[in-house]
Protein backbone atom coordinates (compact mmCIF):
# COMPACT_ATOMS: atom_id res chain seq x y z
CA UNK A 1 0.00 0.00 0.00
CA UNK A 2 1.06 3.72 0.02
CA UNK A 3 -0.18 7.13 0.90
CA UNK A 4 -2.93 7.38 3.59
CA UNK A 5 -2.54 3.67 5.34
CA UNK A 6 -5.72 3.59 6.79
CA UNK A 7 -7.82 5.67 4.54
CA UNK A 8 -6.43 4.31 1.34
CA UNK A 9 -6.07 0.80 2.11
CA UNK A 10 -9.31 1.27 4.61
CA UNK A 11 -8.32 -0.84 7.65
CA UNK A 12 -11.50 0.35 9.08
CA UNK A 13 -13.58 -1.32 6.47
CA UNK A 14 -11.63 -4.08 6.63
CA UNK A 15 -12.36 -4.72 10.28
CA UNK A 16 -16.06 -3.46 9.81
CA UNK A 17 -16.54 -6.02 7.52
CA UNK A 18 -15.20 -8.86 9.52
CA UNK A 19 -16.88 -8.00 12.70
CA UNK A 20 -20.46 -7.68 10.39
CA UNK A 21 -19.33 -11.44 9.19
CA UNK A 22 -19.53 -12.84 13.12
CA UNK A 23 -16.14 -12.38 13.50
CA UNK A 24 -14.87 -11.42 16.62
CA UNK A 25 -12.02 -8.73 17.19
CA UNK A 26 -9.93 -11.06 18.71
CA UNK A 27 -10.57 -13.20 15.53
CA UNK A 28 -9.40 -10.49 12.98
CA UNK A 29 -5.71 -10.71 11.68
CA UNK A 30 -4.61 -7.42 9.90
CA UNK A 31 -1.16 -7.53 7.98
CA UNK A 32 0.24 -4.78 6.42
CA UNK A 33 3.12 -4.29 3.74
CA UNK A 34 3.72 -0.71 2.44
CA UNK A 35 5.20 -0.38 -1.04
CA UNK A 36 5.72 2.73 -1.16
CA UNK A 37 8.97 4.58 -0.78
CA UNK A 38 10.34 4.11 3.27
CA UNK A 39 11.81 7.56 3.84
CA UNK A 40 11.80 10.82 2.54
CA UNK A 41 14.85 12.37 0.55
CA UNK A 42 17.01 14.99 2.06
CA UNK A 43 16.62 17.96 0.20
CA UNK A 44 19.45 21.07 0.63
CA UNK A 45 17.22 23.68 -0.53
CA UNK A 46 14.10 24.26 -2.26
CA UNK A 47 13.43 26.40 -5.25
CA UNK A 48 9.83 28.08 -5.22
CA UNK A 49 6.52 28.10 -3.52
CA UNK A 50 5.30 25.17 -5.32
CA UNK A 51 8.74 22.61 -4.31
CA UNK A 52 7.96 23.78 -0.90
CA UNK A 53 4.16 22.78 -0.79
CA UNK A 54 5.08 19.44 -2.28
CA UNK A 55 7.70 18.65 -0.15
CA UNK A 56 5.42 19.59 2.72
CA UNK A 57 2.94 17.43 1.46
CA UNK A 58 5.43 14.26 1.26
CA UNK A 59 6.82 14.76 4.71
CA UNK A 60 3.19 15.07 6.01
CA UNK A 61 2.22 11.91 4.06
CA UNK A 62 4.91 9.52 5.57
CA UNK A 63 4.57 10.64 9.05
CA UNK A 64 0.74 10.74 8.75
CA UNK A 65 0.59 7.35 7.66
CA UNK A 66 2.69 6.07 9.67
CA UNK A 67 0.90 7.57 12.52
CA UNK A 68 -2.42 6.32 11.19
CA UNK A 69 -1.45 2.87 11.28
CA UNK A 70 -0.39 3.37 15.11
CA UNK A 71 -3.94 5.61 15.99
CA UNK A 72 -6.15 2.57 14.59
CA UNK A 73 -4.47 -0.05 16.40
CA UNK A 74 -4.85 1.87 19.58
CA UNK A 75 -8.66 2.05 18.35
CA UNK A 76 -9.31 -1.86 18.26
CA UNK A 77 -6.80 -3.47 21.19
CA UNK A 78 -8.61 -6.47 20.73
CA UNK A 79 -7.62 -6.69 16.67
CA UNK A 80 -4.09 -8.85 16.16
CA UNK A 81 -2.04 -6.38 13.89
CA UNK A 82 0.26 -9.01 13.16
CA UNK A 83 3.24 -8.03 10.47
CA UNK A 84 3.90 -4.67 9.20
CA UNK A 85 6.51 -4.92 6.29
CA UNK A 86 7.89 -1.68 5.30
CA UNK A 87 10.67 -1.35 2.64
CA UNK A 88 14.23 -1.73 3.93
CA UNK A 89 15.41 0.74 1.02
CA UNK A 90 13.48 3.14 -1.32
CA UNK A 91 11.92 1.38 -4.07
CA UNK A 92 11.57 1.93 -7.75
CA UNK A 93 9.48 4.98 -8.42
CA UNK A 94 8.60 7.27 -10.76
CA UNK A 95 9.56 6.77 -14.27
CA UNK A 96 11.79 3.76 -13.65
CA UNK A 97 8.57 1.97 -12.93
CA UNK A 98 7.71 2.57 -16.45
CA UNK A 99 10.34 0.87 -17.83
CA UNK A 100 9.87 -2.56 -16.25
CA UNK A 101 13.78 -3.01 -16.46
CA UNK A 102 14.03 -6.95 -15.42
CA UNK A 103 17.09 -5.42 -13.30
CA UNK A 104 14.96 -3.64 -11.26
CA UNK A 105 12.25 -5.44 -10.79
CA UNK A 106 14.16 -8.42 -9.88
CA UNK A 107 15.91 -6.10 -7.40
CA UNK A 108 12.61 -5.30 -5.49
CA UNK A 109 11.29 -9.09 -6.04
CA UNK A 110 14.51 -9.97 -3.86
CA UNK A 111 14.31 -6.93 -1.33
CA UNK A 112 11.03 -8.07 -0.95
CA UNK A 113 11.83 -11.68 -0.16
CA UNK A 114 14.33 -10.77 2.02
CA UNK A 115 12.66 -8.23 4.20
CA UNK A 116 9.44 -10.43 4.48
CA UNK A 117 11.50 -12.83 5.60
CA UNK A 118 13.11 -10.60 8.35
CA UNK A 119 9.92 -9.56 9.71
CA UNK A 120 8.91 -12.91 9.99
CA UNK A 121 11.77 -13.72 11.90
CA UNK A 122 10.86 -10.75 14.25
CA UNK A 123 8.06 -12.81 15.21
CA UNK A 124 3.97 -11.19 15.22
CA UNK A 125 3.24 -7.60 16.34
CA UNK A 126 7.46 -6.79 16.72
CA UNK A 127 7.17 -4.39 13.86
CA UNK A 128 4.20 -2.71 15.31
CA UNK A 129 5.68 -2.82 18.56
CA UNK A 130 8.98 -0.30 17.07
CA UNK A 131 6.65 1.28 15.60
CA UNK A 132 5.43 2.84 18.16
CA UNK A 133 9.13 2.75 20.09
CA UNK A 134 10.69 4.98 17.63
CA UNK A 135 7.60 7.19 17.12
CA UNK A 136 7.05 8.02 21.11
CA UNK A 137 10.83 7.79 22.04
CA UNK A 138 12.74 11.03 21.14
CA UNK A 139 16.16 9.41 20.95
CA UNK A 140 15.53 6.68 18.52
CA UNK A 141 13.47 9.21 16.10
CA UNK A 142 16.72 11.00 16.03
CA UNK A 143 19.34 8.38 15.68
CA UNK A 144 17.28 6.51 12.78
CA UNK A 145 15.98 9.37 10.84
CA UNK A 146 13.42 6.65 9.17
CA UNK A 147 11.38 3.50 10.48
CA UNK A 148 13.01 1.45 8.24
CA UNK A 149 16.58 2.00 9.59
CA UNK A 150 14.72 1.20 13.03
CA UNK A 151 13.34 -1.49 11.89
CA UNK A 152 16.12 -3.41 10.24
CA UNK A 153 18.51 -2.14 12.65
CA UNK A 154 19.65 -5.99 14.33
CA UNK A 155 19.00 -6.97 10.35
Known amino acids: MD???VWNTNLISAVE???SLGYAK???IVDIAICGH???KTLNETSNTVSNL???WEIRKYYNSMDDVLEYQETEPDVNFRYLLVPSEPLAGGIH???????VIDHMLNLGKSDVDHVLAMGEGKAFEMLKEWRQTPHLSTKYDHFHE???SAY
Do not use: A
Open 26 to 28: SDI
Open 38 to 40: SEI
Open 54 to 56: MRY
Open 97 to 103: MLFFNHT
Open 3 to 5: GGT
Open 17 to 19: KCS
Open 150 to 152: YLY
